[in-house]
């Protein structure tokens, strides 16, 4: 069995959400996960980005596609001019002075990245569509998050969609519209961060769906029954092919595990 991971490391967007104060003990999930992986022997091959061919080369019995999703960018006039949270938690944008985080999914990354802005200095602004921010999180998370970011001093704007940022000197305007009013507010700031989910990458599943047994499809009802969910479908197919979590759509951490474990059961 082995493990084929694109970057240095396991733990995909793990390492992304590890990175506030508050929610550094995500990590233990991957943590747990990859010394059991260590303990099971597995072929683990970091820095190896897998396309079909690859696969092919392995000759595997069953194929597991976990590649995740890429951030998703809103399609709006000055577009090019946002950062993405992705690309402050994974250190490639280093900002500094006034942030605007616009957050379309009201969960957990636009959170740890508002945090980690604010912690390293940033004035930082967090504006969502929703009745409240961080809407998404359970009772027992949002109050330890919540807190944090209050005491990091960040404003709070709900009811309030980005819809265009525009150049103005070395900084930028963000058009705000007001969701219940439809009232239209112009922001200065120098720099607009960007949460809106993420997009599968599911290019090498739908590449190698033709030459699998199953042809990707997993049986549901078997999966829900903790039966073999899959079917042959095509009797020249090499091996069965599932793909798990962000990869089928921008989710969580449990859905990927879920997915994994009601797929590969009986792998
Ligand atoms: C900042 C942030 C905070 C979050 N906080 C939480 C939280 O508190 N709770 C929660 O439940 N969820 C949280 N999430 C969401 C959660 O991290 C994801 O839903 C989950 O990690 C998805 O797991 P995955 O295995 O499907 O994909 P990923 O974690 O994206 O992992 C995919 C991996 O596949 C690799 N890969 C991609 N293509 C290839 C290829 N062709 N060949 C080889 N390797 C490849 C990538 O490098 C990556 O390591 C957060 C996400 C972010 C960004």
């Given at each position: ?46 820095n ?19 590649t ?49 802005l ?7 602004t967090?504006v ?8 998404d ?24 969609e ?106």
């Amino acid at each position: 069995m082995g493990i084929f991971e694109a970057s240095d490391r396991l733990g995909g967007q793990l390492n992304l959400a590890s990175k506030s104060v508050t929610r550094k003990q995500v990590w233990g999930i991957a943590d747990w996960l990859i010394n059991e992986v260590v303990h099971l022997g597995v072929d683990v091959r970091l820095n190896s980005y897998v396309e079909a061919e690859d696969v092919f080369a392995e000759k595997p019995d069953a194929v597991i596609v976990a590649t995740g999703g890429w951030p998703e960018m809103p399609d709006m006039k000055g577009k090019d001019l946002l950062t993405t949270s992705w690309e402050v938690l994974g250190g490639e944008a280093r900002l500094t002075g006034e942030v605007l985080v616009f957050d379309e999914v009201v969960d957990h990354p636009a959170a740890v990245c508002a945090e980690q802005l604010a912690t390293s200095g940033c004035s930082v602004t967090l504006v969502t569509p929703d009745r409240a921010v961080a809407h998404d999180l359970g009772p027992t998370n949002s109050s330890v998050v919540l807190k944090a970011l209050a005491e990091q001093k960040l404003k709070l704007e709900c009811f309030h969609e980005l819809i265009s940022v525009e150049p103005k000197g070395n900084r930028k305007v963000a058009t705000l519209r007001h969701v219940l009013t439809d009232e239209r507010t112009e922001s200065v700031v120098d720099h607009v961060v960007i949460e809106n989910g993420t997009r599968p990458m599911d290019d090498i599943y739908l590449a190698l769906k033709e030459y699998s047994r199953n042809q990707g499809q997993l049986d549901h009802e078997a999966m829900i029954a903790g039966q073999n969910p899959f079917v042959e479908k095509n009797k020249s197919g090499q091996f069965n092919l599932a793909r798990v979590g962000d990869a089928i759509s921008s989710r969580n951490i449990h859905a990927a595990i879920y997915d994994a474990l009601r797929a590969c059961k009986d792998i």
